[in-house]
């Protein structure tokens, strides 16, 4: 078992009968079991519904997809879930996943696990002079911060700081040492 289950609110008017555990489907919320999925005969109506993963104890590889709606016709998904378009990338514990809405036979509702995303969001110079940078990574994953002074080949990256994303992915690093030189590049590693 990969992940224990993912968790739809708010899919309105899916038919008990084609689900793989018809005890699953309640009125408000459909409990969608991830290596099952759901099966759906006619039009998929996602309406902005909320898609909330709950990942299981497994971490599967990169690459691994879970068509986690199974569209029987030739109709296309109507709709995406709540900030999710189509090709974003959304968090579940550690891994990051892509969601496709054209995905298995060429309209399943599939998620792809890739590869985390590495990438500043801000960087600002404090009234003290240090550097205060702000970057997304692997939520709840150690990152290093690296810095160098040149980018001249041969270019020598130092580690400067490390720490611990939060449950959303979001780092924070503050470089008190800035002010000691008068340029200074970044970069960020993770796990």
């Known amino acids: 078992v990969q992940w224990r289950m993912i968790q739809a609110y708010g899919i309105p008017a899916l038919p008990a009968p084609d689900a793989p555990d018809p005890a699953l489907f309640r009125d408000e919320d459909l409990l969608i ?49 709540t900030g999710l378009p189509q090709g974003a990338i959304t968090v579940a514990g550690s891994m ?27 960087i600002a110079r404090q009234p003290s002079g240090a550097m205060q940078i702000n970057a997304f990574g692997s939520p709840g994953l150690p990152h290093v911060l690296d810095a160098t002074t040149n980018l001249n080949p041969v270019i020598v990256w130092l580690p400067l700081l490390t720490n611990t994303a939060d449950g959303n992915g979001n780092l924070n690093f503050t470089d008190s040492s800035a002010t000691n030189f008068p340029q200074r590049f970044y970069r960020l590693r993770g796990p």
Do not use: C, K
């Not at 971490?59 to 068509?67: D, K, L, N």
């Not at 990051?96 to 969001?121: E, H, K």
């Open 33 to 81: 079991d991830a290596l099952l999925g759901i099966g759906v005969r006619g039009a998929v109506q996602l309406n902005g519904a909320t898609l909330n993963l709950e990942p299981g104890p497994v971490v599967p590889v990169i690459g691994s997809q879970f068509i986690i709606i199974t569209n029987d016709s030739n109709d296309a998904v109507n709709g995406t879930f």
């Open 96 to 122: 990051f996943l892509q969601i496709d809405y054209a995905g298995g036979d060429g309209n399943d509702v599939v998620l792809t696990r890739v590869n985390p995303v590495l990438q500043f969001s801000s």
